[in-house]
């Protein structure tokens, strides 16, 4: 039963890191069967590549298994994209309330396309 594919085979694993917008350093790497997300960071070698991504500064990024948050002692199955998300800069809610104030409220939202005699908000 141990020469069976599901015992011997590796895993195929994606790393993916993003320490700029709009760059993404990515890399393929083949663990065995039972390997966690800090282990793929480890045999990837990003983490020596950028020494801000070392687990003891989990509170400043945040991991991830397809896109859903994760811990470092996760296991991994084949085929799984581990991610490591920068910190937000700016709070999101914060930066859209900013964007609304700066075009108006005449070109956002409901309020964009009302008709000629309309009542307010319709």
Same mark, same amino acid.
């Given at each position: 039963?141990? %020469?069976?594919?599901? $015992?011997?085979?590796?895993?195929?694993?994606?790393?993916? =890191?993003?320490?700029?917008?709009? =760059? #993404?350093?990515?890399?393929?790497?083949?663990?065995?069967?039972?390997?966690? =997300?800090?282990?793929?960071?480890?045999?990837?070698? @990003?983490?020596?590549? $950028?020494?801000?991504?070392?687990?003891?500064?989990?509170? @400043?990024? #945040? @991991?991830?298994?397809?896109?859903? !948050?994760?811990?470092?002692?996760?296991? @991994?199955? %084949?085929? %799984?994209? #581990?991610? $490591?998300?920068?910190?937000?800069?700016? %709070?999101? !809610? =914060?930066?859209? /309330?900013?964007? $609304?104030? !700066?075009?108006?409220?005449? /070109?956002?939202?409901?309020?964009?396309?009302?008709?000629?005699?309309? !009542?307010?908000?319709?």
């Amino acid at each position: 039963m141990t %020469d069976s594919p599901a $015992f011997c085979a590796a895993l195929q694993i994606c790393v993916l =890191v993003s320490p700029a917008p709009r =760059v #993404v350093h990515e890399r393929h790497i083949s663990l065995p069967a039972g390997s966690t =997300v800090q282990q793929a960071l480890t045999c990837s070698g @990003l983490e020596s590549d $950028f020494p801000e991504l070392e687990l003891g500064n989990a509170a @400043l990024w #945040v @991991l991830g298994v397809w896109g859903r !948050k994760t811990m470092p002692g996760h296991v @991994l199955r %084949d085929l %799984d994209r #581990v991610e $490591f998300y920068r910190p937000l800069t700016v %709070d999101p !809610k =914060v930066a859209r /309330r900013e964007r $609304f104030q !700066k075009q108006g409220t005449q /070109r956002a939202g409901l309020f964009a396309k009302r008709r000629a005699g309309a !009542k307010a908000g319709y």
